[in-house]
Every structure is written in structure tokens, then in C-alpha cells.
């Protein structure tokens, strides 16, 4: 991710000078979704009895990317991991701030020590962006109703790459690792891959409700 970062700071150091004109409309309108896999590396997240919620997260992370990035238009997605490596919260959401990001949804998994069930959304507590709430409702409501898992609402926190992030951010908890059942949803194939669905139709009806 530096790498990217320090990538991104030469190139542009190179373009912009050269080319110091507004780049053109097509350019500028491309949506920009930057998708954060919590966790990685020696930040291995909550631990289930058989998987860690940096795999599933970073799974969940890519196969959000390709629905959004095969059926939809005009958008670019981009993973603030691609791989299993410990990226810092601040570098998260100063990569979706350099990307100039439109949206940024950082996925996650829950753990709780006593029985807990269940999918939440999160905004910034302190002055979230109406557009955070309105992507983290269709979230919920895209695992109530399409992958039946239970409801436990949007909710605000005062997380970090929430309160750093410049443009609608969620945190999104696809379900609580600690609760064997969701656990085994979550570590099968077909479990992940309907949260990432879920995920990719609420950004759907978002899009949507932009040029309304
Ligand atoms: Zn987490």
C-alpha cells in the first residue's frame, strides 16, 4: 500500500505540471468505491474456531469488488488490500481520501464473548454524512430480506477510518464470528458470496438514488 501511495505521489508529481488542465468530464464522473478489508497480516481480527475475520473479510472485500466492478458502469472499486498485510487505520482511510473516493465501505466481522447474532451497519457517531445512513440502511436491508440473517440495525461509532474519511463511509459487520452458525456461513462459499451480493445491491440502489 505505500508502495501504491508512493506510486501515486510520482506519477502525479510527473502529470500534473505537464498536463495542468481539469481532466476530462468522462474522467472526473467515474464513481469511486474504495473497499476496505478490516484487518490482515499480524492484525488477524476476531478468531472464530476454524477461520480468522481477516480471511473472511478479505474475501468478502474481492467478491463485493467483482459484482460491483462486472455490473455496474462508470464505476471504479478499489481494495485497500488485495492480500493477506497489516495496513494501519489511518493508512486506510488517507488512501480513500487520496483516491478521492465516492464511497468507502470497510467490511467486518463481529465477536461478542457471550451469544450474539447477527449483521450491523456503522456511521460515524460524531457528524456523519446523510449518505453514509442512507448506503448503511440499504445495507441492512439487503442481509435482512435477501440473505434472511438478523437485524441488528445501523448503528454510530466513533471508528476511525469512519471519523477519517472524507466522502459517505460504513463499517459494516457481516455477522458475528464467535456464533458457531454464523461462523460456518461465513467460512462457507456460498455464505460469503451473498453478503458480497448484498453489499454490491445496496451500492446498486445507491447509484440509483444519485440520479434521481
Ligand atoms: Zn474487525
Known amino acids: ?10 506519477v502525479w508529481a510527473l502529470i500534473v505540471p505537464l498536463f495542468a488542465l481539469p481532466l476530462p468530464t468522462q474522467a472526473r464522473e467515474r464513481f469511486k468505491i474504495v473497499i476496505d478489508a478490516g484487518h490482515g497480516g499480524k492484525d488477524q481480527g476476531a478468531a472464530g474456531r476454524k477461520i480468522q475475520e481477516k480471511e473472511v473479510t478479505l474475501k ?37 481520501n487520496f483516491c478521492e473516493a ?5 467490511i467486518h466481522a463481529n465477536s461478542a464473548r457471550g451469544y450474539a447474532e447477527g449483521t450491523e451497519t456503522f456511521v460515524w457517531s460524531k457528524r ?14 439487503e442481509y435482512t430480506e435477501r440473505a434472511k440473517r438478523k437485524n441488528r440495525g445501523v448503528k ?28 460456518k456461513y461465513m467460512k462457507s462459499r456460498r455464505g460469503r458470496r451473498k453478503l458480497a451480493y448484498c453489499i454490491y445491491q445496496a451500492v446498486k440502489q445507491y447509484l440509483n438514488s444519485l440520479d434521481e
Open 60 to 96: 468478502i472485500a474481492k467478491r463485493a469488488e467483482k459484482y460491483i466492478r462486472r455490473r455496474t458502469r462508470g464505476v471504479d472499486v478499489i481494495l485497500t488490500r488485495e492480500r493477506d498485510e497489516f495496513i494501519s487505520l489511518n493508512e486506510r482511510a488517507n488512501f480513500a
Open 1 to 10: 500500500m505505500k508502495q501504491v501511495l508512493y506510486l501515486y505521489g510520482i
Open 128 to 141: 456523519h454524512n446523510p449518505w453514509s445512513l442512507k448506503l448503511a440502511r440499504l445495507i441492512q436491508k
Open 156 to 183: 454510530k461509532a466513533n471508528f476511525a477510518v469512519l471519523r477519517n474519511t472524507n466522502m459517505p463511509a460504513v463499517l459494516t459487520e457481516v455477522g458475528f464470528i464467535s456464533n458457531a452458525k454464523e461462523e
Open 102 to 106: 465516492d464511497l468507502f465501505i470497510s
